[in-house]
């Protein structure tokens, strides 16, 4: 009997019960953000002593006193971005680099920043074993965006903002879509869609309640 062989079916398996009790029963319908969960292994990211957990309907604990976000959490985010196959994307707060590595699966490109260095190892690390190759890491502070790769079609935040960085809707192009956890407590926040509609014109949608860790950083939230 081969342990390993039989491990990864587990897990197959078990990101299929994600897939339809976490993700489908809620309403996340985008085909493609589907395929992506289907197809990322959660396992990978998770801290090992934790692997056995990867696929609760829960966040879970990574380095850095940070998380890896809620698997339905982050389905509904990447479903309100609408993303298409062309898109160049930016994610800010790579964490573990499980959200990059769904990305990576929907869409052409993506840039994702961390400000802790020790996450920004953890998650580049991850992302090779797992052979995503269209996923770039930077280290430093994503409320500033990474303004030598925008603008982006689409901006994942996935840390709370006390508002909308000003840099981050610059970033986008006409007709681009930012998802932001904005909210005036550090822990609490509600999840935010901005549209770019034009040079210097937004339209902005609160929606459902999330409980995020701060975004911080000179646009976001002091240390
Ligand atoms: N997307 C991640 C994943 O899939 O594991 C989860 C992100 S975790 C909820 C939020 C991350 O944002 C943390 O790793 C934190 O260090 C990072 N962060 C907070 N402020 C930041 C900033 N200004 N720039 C970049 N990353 C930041």
């Not at 990211?45 to 966040?59: G, I, K, M, Q």
Request: charged share 20%; aromatic share 8%.
């Amino acid at each position: 009997m081969n342990y390993a062989v039989n491990e990864e079916e587990s897990f197959a398996e078990r990101r299929e019960e994600m897939v339809a009790q976490q993700l489908r029963a809620r309403g996340v319908r985008d085909t493609a953000v589907l395929q992506a969960f289907l197809t990322v292994p959660r396992e990978q990211f998770v801290p090992h002593n934790l692997r056995a957990s990867a696929y609760e309907d829960a966040p879970l604990p990574i380095p850095g006193g940070q998380t890896i976000s809620q698997p339905y959490v982050v389905a509904y985010m990447l479903s309100l971005l609408a993303l298409r196959p062309t898109d160049r994307v930016l994610e800010v707060g790579t964490g573990s680099g499980y959200a990059a590595a769904l990305l990576s699966q929907i869409v052409a490109e993506v840039y994702t920043v961390e400000r802790q260095a020790e996450l920004v190892a953890y998650a580049r690390k991850r992302l090779a074993e797992i052979g995503c190759e269209n996923v770039w890491v930077y280290h430093g502070d994503g409320s500033l965006g990474w303004p030598e790769h925008a603008p982006y079609d689409a901006i994942l935040v996935s840390a709370g903002s006390p508002e909308v960085p000003q840099a981050l809707r610059e970033q986008l192009v006409i007709n681009g879509r930012l998802v932001i956890p904005v909210g005036s407590s550090r822990r609490q926040q509600r999840i935010v869609l901005v549209q770019r509609t034009g040079a210097n014109s937004y339209r902005q949608q609160h929606l459902s309640p999330v409980a995020f860790v701060p975004l911080i950083g000179v646009q976001g939230w002091e240390e």
